[in-house]
């Protein structure tokens, strides 16, 4: 029999072993990488990716469509400017606090518990909101809803991540961010179809429904081998690992064992800030924060410039009652859908180049479009200037999606992520609130804020140089 010592980093405060496996003469100790690479690629990754990419789209739809039902809501109940600025912001305002406070849950108890909860209550806060009988009820869901969104993202990003070798993993983000992307036009198709026709109590109802196959495969896929390893429990990782062999229909070995780096302080805040993770930490929230003001900012404020029919911020338009015409859902549409050319984009140049350089060049093109929307030519070039300055937002976003957990190990990945994932929805808070707060004042000043972001996020990403490509996902 051979006893796996236990190890202990002198250099940290945490104590890590490889657990009290112990061997016969002929069985053979394996990482979990290696027995990844056995499994290989096939159904099990796609059925993972599958979930991924429905998850994101069920939280960002329900961002989404805030955007595109206000003005409805605006007539019917008589919303001031104010309060719909508050039911965007409460609901933006809780993703950001949930984020931060409870990203280290799935650290502490797994990613499948977390994903498979905070998925039912997004749905059950979906209906609720659909059959809101005044603003305040309404108001209610949207806390909820934003809470349950700052948990999920936190830990789905971890969860597509940690199931497949280290050069598929740029495509379990590709499946995130076609979610993410795919949630942008998605609701805007459905409300050109519908939305005249059904309401947007229907529409919210519509754009919620695929978060039940989300519940399905949330249920019958197992948990992540990776936090089931480095939380001690090697007999239920080896378990999960041989499930997702029998969906590739691979045999793994009956005496293959896993080292698991067992790590006794799971998702600690400490750790994600001591002197090896510190820069990360702080570049990419500093980095995210400046894209999500950006990104969240463009959602509300590209539904308000197309209805207000005005050029770039050629004038200051009025509050009233005016909901989104055919034309106003089909520019939106158009643009929305430009998102998943720049998630793709990104996850094909991470693949070839790396992660660095793309983001860069798109943070600079990203400046130049912006900045390009001041020019007040005629509709059909801030259009298309918005439309650049969408594309370019969402490969920033991706890229960040893809260098954001390889950045740190298993035990604290969620945490990190979901430090990084609230700090960047404090931007998106502010963002929404620029816009409500100044777009009927100066159109001019919303565009000077997402200018002067975008400067700070392109220097972010020239000091961040590290390149997290050739990374291999660490346990501890």
Known sequence: MNEIKEITNDGDSTIAKYGSTSLASDEKLLELNEIYEMIGLGPAQYL???????????????????????????????????????????????????????????????????????????????????????KWVFLATRLVTGACIGINLSCIVCYTAEFAESKYRVFGVLAFSLGLCGAFGAVSGVAFIFLQNVGWHWLIIIVSLPAVPALILILALPESPRFLCVSGQQDKAMKAVRTMAKLNRRKLQEKIKMACFVDEELGSYSKILNKDNRKSTIALSVMYFCNIFIEFGLIV????????????????????????????LLKLTIVSGGSILGATAAVILAQRIGRLIPIRVASLIMLLSIGTVFVCVNESLTFATTMIAKIVEAFVNTTLWIIIPESFPTCIRSTATGFINGCGKIGGVLGTACVYLLFYVSPYSVVGTFLFFSFVGFVGTMVYDRETKYEILQET
């Open 48 to 134: 993972y990716w599958t979930l991924v990419a429905l998850v994101a789209y069920s939280d960002y739809a329900e961002l989404t469509v805030m955007a595109v039902i206000l003005p409805s809501l605006r007539c019917e109940w008589g919303l001031t400017a104010g309060f719909e600025a508050a039911i965007t912001i409460s609901m933006y305002g809780s993703y950001a606090l949930f984020a931060i406070m409870f990203g280290n849950v799935a650290d502490k108890y797994g990613r499948k518990t977390v994903i498979q909860w905070s998925t039912l209550l997004l749905l059950l806060a979906a209906i609720c909101g659909a059959l809101s009988p005044n």
């Open 301 to 328: 404020w590209l539904p308000l410039m197309y209805s207000a029919n005005m050029c770039g911020a050629a004038q200051s338009p009025q509050h009233k009652c005016q909901s989104l015409t055919q034309d106003d």
